[in-house]
């Protein structure tokens, strides 16, 4: 709405419409908070009205409706009526059967007050992590995001409120233009500060460059290693703060002695080569191989070693000097590494553990996850809210769970993603607090990859 430049008797009404608003917004408070209402649905329908008000109450400057507008869903979401039907229903039990109706109309009720407060959040421009900080509603199994869960699609169905589910966005990246911008066996996904995503594929010289809408920019090819090479494979793909690009390649020769030779190729912004230099590898390793470089431009790899007492993090700095290894006695099978705020290294390891370890390898703490399907997790850092994502994919479904920084689970999720397939898995997090999750399955889709965008 456009509430610039109106006339007195505009102005003189909007100050009278906003009194209204406001004077609505306190009654259905204090509606809601009453203990004379008799019934879960008055109190659903207070905080609607409460909600409307506050939005309405502040369209000179929506942004200041997103504050209160928490508060009211962290309350709805806390009512012991809406805990049970969300707790009762997706569960298919034997107490599903009764009262159906009933607890329909709470849960569609529910939904549409967190949808249209997103939907506010979305509109304004305030960018800030919805996913890890929104409100769920708290269950004996899990916790429920009522925006997200495909547990409540059928309840929303019966109700024909489908749209108050989010709909996951899914970009295809490199399927159009000329032949030289178009991907196929996606494998490595970074993202640097202007955010912009940087793939790879499993073998293929070129490492593309895409914007934040999934539209090709700029590629670069790798160099080559050898002139007797067979062939190659892209490990890993990792940026640093000043947006160098580091990308860990295994490459198979026949004439020499060597066999193979992993290495670590630094590039900078206009797709030059910094530094090239060789890693500590064998050639039958690599199960989960993993890179980070720190602020400090010190690269972190795991993965690429056999070590029957368990893997190392051998840390290089950018120019190939190794500085030293970490983890020796702690960690078995690593499944992914993270780097956390003040150049902190996170390893989810294979026993559901997440570990917190210093740039120097100081081990500083550990917790454990609360899924036990660890081999197919990923695990990224949102700095602002100082929060871990915890990704799990399997066939058709992510389930996504948020830990704070002490290792307490705030969020779970079960999302049902059309095209997902849990081979080869990566995952970031944006500064905005949006999960991008590259799936890609050389069996399927002619080999290509997409990636998947949580909000």
């Not at 806390?78 to 059967?97: D, H, T, W, Y």
């Not at 329909?104 to 305030?126: L, M």
């Not at 809408?213 to 090479?229: A, H, I, K, T, W």
Request: charged share 25%; glycine share 6%.
């Amino acid at each position: 709405m456009e509430l610039i430049g109106l006339d007195e008797s505009a102005t003189r009404a909007f100050a009278n419409a906003k009194t209204g608003f406001k004077e609505a917004r306190r009654e259905a408070t204090g509606a809601f908070k009453d203990e004379a209402l008799t019934t879960s649905d008055d109190c659903i329908l207070a905080m609607e009205y409460r909600v409307m008000a506050t939005i309405l109450e502040t369209l000179d400057n929506p942004v200041d409706a997103i504050a209160p507008c928490r508060v009211c869903l962290k309350e709805i979401n806390c009512l012991s009526a809406v805990q049970n039907s969300f707790n009762v229903e997706p569960r298919k039990g034997i107490m599903a059967r009764f009262n159906k109706e009933g607890r329909g109309k709470i849960i569609s009720s529910v939904c549409h007050v967190n949808r249209v407060i997103f939907d506010v959040t979305q509109t304004v421009g305030k960018e800030e992590p919805t996913l890890c900080m929104w409100p769920t509603v708290d269950t004996e199994e899990r916790n429920i995001d009522p925006l997200r869960d495909e547990r409540v699609l059928e309840v929303l169905g019966k109700q024909g409120m489908e749209y108050c589910l989010v709909e996951i966005a899914t970009w295809l990246f490199g399927r159009e233009g000329v032949e030289e911008h178009r991907l196929k066996s996606l494998y490595g996904m970074a993202m640097n500060s202007k955010g912009q995503f940087i793939i790879t594929e499993r073998e293929n010289r070129k490492v593309k460059l895409f914007d934040r809408r999934g539209q090709f920019m700029n590629y670069f090819s790798l160099p080559v290693y050898n002139v007797d090479e067979v062939r190659f494979q892209v490990l890993d793909v990792a940026v640093d703060m000043i947006n160098n690009c580091y990308v860990l390649v295994k490459w198979y020769c026949t004439r020499d002695d060597t066999g193979f030779k992993s290495m670590v190729y630094t590039f900078n912004n206009n797709g030059e080569v910094h530094h090239q230099f060789s890693v500590n590898g064998d050639v039958d390793c690599h199960k989960c191989p993993a890179m980070i470089a720190d602020s400090k431009r010190k690269v972190f790899i795991t993965g690429i070693r056999f070590l029957e007492e368990g893997e190392l993090v051998d840390v290089y700095q950018n120019d190939g000097q190794f500085l030293r290894s970490f983890g020796e006695g702690l960690l078995g099978r690593v499944i992914a590494l993270a780097l956390a705020s003040n150049d902190r290294v996170i390893v989810l390891d294979g026993d559901s553990c997440v570990h917190m370890f210093s740039g120097h390898g100081d081990h500083l703490s550990k917790f454990k996850l609360s899924t036990t399907s660890i081999s197919l997790c990923r695990i990224a850092f949102h700095h602002s809210s100082e929060h871990f994502v915890v990704a799990d994919a399997r066939f058709r479904y992510v389930y996504l769970h948020i830990y704070t920084k002490d290792g307490e689970l705030v969020h779970s999720t079960q999302i049902y993603v059309r095209g997902i397939y849990p081979a080869q898995l990566r995952m970031i997090v944006t500064a905005q607090g949006y999960i991008a999750i590259l799936s890609s399955n050389k069996e399927t889709l002619n080999g290509s990859g997409r990636v998947f965008i949580v909000c």
